[in-house]
């Protein structure tokens, strides 16, 4: 998938996790290119890890490389769910208490072929709260 017209800011440094992102990116199928919503994502402090917020997605790097103990794997089911938190229009504000926008997002998520990096991201990180 071509995310060119529908990232607007792209701000990760460090190189690993961008190629991961970028990973996840190029596997999202082309059917859901047009319905994206324009998003950033950014590299920053995040008391989770990860969450989406009304600019994009905001990622941990070294919380989440320290939580999924250097697995890429994880790392990648880790941000097919955030992305899928993004096309599914959930934010962190939408998101409080309502655990079963993450089990949307996980399903997404495995609809988009990544039921092997969803499954080990929920080892590694856990079952599905509102705040993960």
Request: charged residues 30%.
């Amino acid at each position: 998938m071509n995310f060119k017209s529908t990232i607007i800011e792209y701000r990760v440094y460090d190189q690993n996790f961008k190629r991961l992102v970028n990973q996840v990116l190029g596997r999202i199928p082309d059917t859901y290119e047009e319905e994206f919503p324009i998003f950033s994502i950014y590299e920053g402090y995040c008391e989770w890890g990860a969450m989406v917020d009304e600019q994009g997605i905001v990622f941990d790097v070294g919380k989440l490389n320290e939580e999924s103990e250097g697995d890429n794997v994880a790392i990648k089911g880790l941000v097919a769910h955030e992305l899928a938190h993004v096309f599914l229009k959930h934010s962190v504000l939408v998101a409080q208490g309502k655990a079963t926008l993450e089990h949307e997002a996980d399903k997404l998520a495995i609809k988009w072929d990544f039921k092997r990096e969803i499954e080990v991201f929920r080892q590694k990180f856990g079952p599905p709260t509102p705040q993960k």
